[in-house]
């Protein structure tokens, strides 16, 4: 998309205050990028999901900082014009305001992003306000928070009884008075999310949490069939890209065992004049 404009603040709440839908995908890498750049992909998360979809870990834990950033830094150089976001990950910014702070500094210093993301409500807030003093825009993330998955039952949806519900729209509530820019609801029933999208006056992404919301995320991985482990019911398949590798990959073994595979159009020759002149060079 040659002529399209960095996507900032002032664009993401204009869509917002018309009532148009944003669209946020996970990416971490520099080919994805490039292809979400092209498709118009308006918020771009690094998510610290990449601990599962990328490294293979059972959970998001074990995400550090250098590997957030480093998938960051990729994915900037492939999607120039996105509204990039860094997810931080586990323990760089629970320990303190300050350590929170230190580390949302190095996603927009090293990594080039536009904002960063934060798990947790009215017990992250003195954080959040602490990065949005420093100049950092950031993002909060309630309901479904992988980091505290053992503290809160497990990957399940979260607000299904009233009380619980109650707090997660405290919390958004609290959040947004703390100076968030957005929010994402992840697992969090339809109603509560539609309930927290009226009252709210900054946009609130679903994951998983219905259609009454200011925008959409999906797991990129999970739209396309390449996270082997598990597929989430909240995913929509827009084209099983790991069948495509797979049955590519398989072909592949049975050309080469075959010996169909490589064809001269695969490879690169020698003139005969050349190659007689290199056996005579040889010789000596």
């Keep these: ?41 308006e918020m771009i998360l690094v998510g610290d999901s990449l601990a599962m979809t990328m490294l293979g870990y059972e959970t998001t834990l074990p995400a550090t900082m250098e590997d957030m950033i480093r998938h960051a830094q990729a994915v900037r150089r492939g999607s120039a014009m996105s509204w990039l976001i860094g997810d931080m990950p586990y323990m760089t910014y629970q320990p ?11 996603f927009m210093a090293e990594a080039g992003c536009d904002a960063v993301k934060l798990e947790g409500g009215r017990e992250m807030v003195d954080r959040m306000a602490g990065i949005i003093a420093a100049g950092i825009p950031c993002m909060g993330h309630l309901g ?39 929010i994402l609801l992840e697992m969090v029933p339809d109603r509560v ?13 679903s994951l998983g949490s219905g259609p009454h919301a200011s ?54 020759t020698l003139k005969d004049e050349a190659y007689n002149e290199l056996l005579d060079l040889l010789k000596d």
Excluded at 97 to 106: H, V
Excluded at 159 to 165: P, S
């Design 1 to 41: 998309m040659a002529d399209r404009k960095k996507v900032n603040l002032p664009y993401l709440y204009e869509k917002y205050h018309k009532g148009e839908p944003i669209t946020m995908l996970t990416c971490y890498d520099f080919p994805t990028a490039y292809l979400q750049e092209q498709a118009g992909i």
């Design 96 to 106: 303190s305001t300050e350590s929170a702070i230190r580390n949302a500094g190095r």
């Design 144 to 182: 479904l928070t992988p980091q505290s998955a053992t503290s809160i039952g497990g990957y399940k949806v979260q607000g299904k009884d009233a009380a619980r519900a109650a707090r997660i729209v405290e919390d958004a509530k609290i959040l947004e008075e703390a100076g968030a820019y957005s």
């Design 193 to 205: 999310c539609q309930l927290i999208t009226e009252r709210a006056h900054i946009p609130i992404i």
């Design 215 to 268: 925008g959409q995320l999906l797991i990129y991985h999970d739209m396309f069939g390449l996270y082997p482990r598990f597929k989430p019911k909240m995913a929509k398949v827009y084209g099983n890209a790991g069948e495509v590798i797979l049955n590519g990959l398989k072909q592949y073994v049975q050309e080469v065992q075959n010996n169909a595979f490589p064809q001269p159009e695969h490879w690169f």
